[in-house]
């Protein structure tokens, strides 16, 4: 049978979902979404149908995909599993760390999937840095670095929910819970985690900048910047992993002393900037693949669980209070 999916949402998220379905056997039947020239876009797109309900959208598919935006995640998920529906959801989990593990436990007792979209964990260069670590190839991991640096999203549409700390956490929740998520998943669990931002000490600051201290219960520790600081279109992202025996670094070493570029204001920047791979196939796309191959049984074991989407989420919640209190914080503290 082949598998009927829904989406709800139809920003950044929702448009990209539904093209890496499109690479995939399964078929987008139903979107629903309040902004109707974007979802008529994406039904144009799909051949899916439009839908103002979002019980009779859940009711028509197998799979529910929410890319709405994060604080309405925890009742949409709890919606999809009282219908039995199995659920892939774009990150963060929830907005907070209860309704995540209600979503988590709802979905348990339902028997159904929840699968959270962590894509860094899907880009290659960062999978296959992370597999180097597992085959022991560096070493005992002692340092990872990591840096994500972006425009600010919806800058200019300051209504928009991203501006909301309330429901979306700022880019500490928004966007550095990729690289808390992915240095957890080079490093191990977390023991602590230190921060500071330019937008704890200034709220009303057009810009935020934070840079993070992770101390793994391993002994590692782990370096995290991120900022929504730049001019569009930039987007920069980098890794390094220093272990016992080697270093694993993306990009590469550069022999050019200073690199200069110009912000093009083109109509064609996205609202939110997206991380993209230039390998043969997009991230996106081998996410979509993977998690088909998880609700139609043949891949058993995935790459990111609910658990590790959890514990992103827990990362980030104490990122936000150390920020705040200007003090570590210790992740036992925001059970």
């Known amino acids: 049978m082949t598998l009927r999916v829904g989406i709800i949402g139809s920003g950044s998220m929702g448009t990209t979902h539904a093209a890496a379905w499109m690479n995939t056997p399964a078929h987008v039947v139903g979107i629903q979404s309040l902004d109707q020239p974007a979802r008529e876009r994406i039904a144009a797109q799909t051949g899916a149908m439009v839908y103002d309900d979002l019980d009779a959208l859940i ?34 989990i929830t907005r907070r760390i209860a309704d995540a593990r209600e979503a988590i436990a709802a979905c348990e007792a339902a028997g159904v999937m929840l699968l959270i979209a962590h894509v860094v964990r899907f880009f290659p260069e960062y999978a296959l840095a992370q597999q180097t670590v597992v085959n022991g190839a560096i070493g005992n991991v002692a340092v990872v670095r990591l ?3 972006s425009y600010p999203p919806h800058r200019d549409n300051p209504d928009s929910w991203f501006h909301d700390p309330a429901k979306s956490g700022g880019i500490l929740l928004d966007l550095m819970i990729h690289d808390f998520d992915y240095a957890r998943w080079i490093a191990g669990d977390v023991e602590s985690i230190y921060v500071r931002s330019i937008k704890s000490r200034v709220p009303d600051a057009p810009i935020d900048h934070a840079l993070a201290i992770l101390r793994h219960i391993s002994g590692a520790l782990s370096h995290i910047e991120g900022g929504s600081s730049y001019p569009p279109p930039t987007f920069r ?10 270093l694993i670094a993306h ?22 900037a997206l991380p993209r791979s230039p390998l043969d196939e997009d991230p996106y796309t081998t996410e979509m693949k993977h998690f088909y191959g998880l609700l139609t ?25 150390s920020a705040q209190t200007g003090k570590p914080v210790f992740l036992a503290e925001v059970e």
């Open 297 to 321: 049984g043949t891949i058993t074991t995935p790459r990111v669980t609910a658990d590790d989407a959890l514990q992103a989420l827990r990362i980030s919640t104490a990122a936000a209070l």
């Open 251 to 272: 990009p590469a070493d550069s022999s050019m002393p200073l690199t200069f570029r110009i912000a093009e204001r083109a109509a064609t920047i996205e609202t939110v």
């Open 147 to 149: 840096s994500r640096c």
């Open 237 to 246: 992202t980098s890794l390094e992993i220093a272990g016992s025996a080697g």
């Open 59 to 92: 009711d028509a598919v197998d799979v529910v995909d929410i890319c709405a935006p994060t604080h309405l995640h925890h009742d949409m998920i709890l919606r999809a599993a009282a219908k039995r529906k199995h659920i892939i959801c774009e990150k963060p």
